[in-house]
């Protein structure tokens, strides 16, 4: 069996910012990374558009704003931005507050889907010069700490310290890496909404500020928006029993006025706290995203707002000409009636929420504005950390957006700096 001074599992931002900031700190450190896809590095791949401004992406509970920033100055050092211009924000945010709505003032960068590529090639790069192993294509399956050994699907690997980073798409991973080291953990918070499309006549604010982060009363907001050459997505998830449900996403390429499609996308979503008797955000969302799919003959759905208004489930036909006046850039999504699969309270505050958007930017629920459902955010696992390093059980650290210490890149390579200085102590 290898033994590293280091593993790190997940090649994400929460994965990246560990790596370098250990490789500062301790430059011989024996260190390997792993990562179950066959290229680097999670969530960076999809329209990267970082956020470098409090309290986005930073979970307060981690966070209080003093420690959030000393590490945001650290990922600017470090990544570099180049934030983009924003212009006539005082406008928006004047009519926002007057219906108890606000607009914040985010430093942001894009480089999207295209750009994020080639930022990962080149830290993949700067890791392999620096001596890191990066073992690509190979999935950790469980953990001994006793041993201070895991077993991925290849081997078994020795370590004297190890961050678990799996994003959120290791939700499930995590918890039972959890139940093996027996640390305690609750997932109470979700966030549950729609993503919407329309075009960018419609949502002209765009222009003027790339990720237009709103925040309406009942905990709902707008959140990553794409433009220019912008896509929805859906992406796959299975629930232990192996059943399939979808959650959509949005990304865009970078600028390129050539290939701009003329759309924009982003989320409305709501937060849902769970208190006593205490449900599993996990099973609620997978109960949520079953109820879609079943609706959806195993698709997501997406209603045009002219449908919705009149209380009728949008129809094949919908999507295909005259008033309805542009192609759904998801293809497979199921024409429905939203509002059948949607909890009521949920449905209730954003299309409140989208109202006030209307009237804060006039043009948002024009009929022809799609719907699509359902877009679901799992970051609330909350394992009980023992120190301020997310260390869980003796060496073993978790971070980024599947552990609950970030939502989103510039979150989770903070947090991944964070637990690297627990870490070392161990080398
Ligand atoms: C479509 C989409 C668009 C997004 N757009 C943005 C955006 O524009 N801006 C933003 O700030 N955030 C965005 N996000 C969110 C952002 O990607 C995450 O916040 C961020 O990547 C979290 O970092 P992480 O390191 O925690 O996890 P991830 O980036 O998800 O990385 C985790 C890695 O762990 C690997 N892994 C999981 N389980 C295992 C295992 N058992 N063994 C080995 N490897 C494993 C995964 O393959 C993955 O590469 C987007 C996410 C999606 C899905």
New binding site residues.
Partial sequence: MTTYDVII?????????AAFSIIEKKPNAKILM????PY????????????FTYPI?FPTEYWPEDLANHYLDMVTEFLKPNILPKSNIATYQARAERLGCSLLEIKQT?LGTDGGLELIKELQKRLQENGVELALG????SIDNEKKCIK?DKRELGYKTILI??????FR?LQDVMKMLDVPFVDNILDVGIRVETRIEHYPIVKDYY?PKFYFPKQVRTF?T?SGNAHV?K?KYLTEKGDVWYSV???AFKADESKNNGLVNFAILKTIRFTEPLASGQEFAEHLGLMASLMGGGKPLMQRVGDFRLGRRSKDFDFNGDLYDFKPSLTGAAPSDISLAMPSKVLRFIWSGMKNLDTIVPGILHPSTIMYYPEIKL?ANKPQYKDDHFQVAKSVFF?????G?????????A??IRASEGMVEYI
């Fill in positions: 599992v997940g090649t994400g931002p929460a994965g990246m910012g792993i990562d179950q896809t680097s590095t999670g969530g960076m791949r999809n329209d990267c558009k970082m956020n992406g894009h190979e999935t950790m399956e991925t980073a799996p994003g959120r798409h290791g991973f990720d990553c794409n997505v992406e996403n949005g990304h970051y971070a980024g957006d599947g552990a210490t970030s939502r989103g890149i510039t979150g989770a390579w947090s991944g």
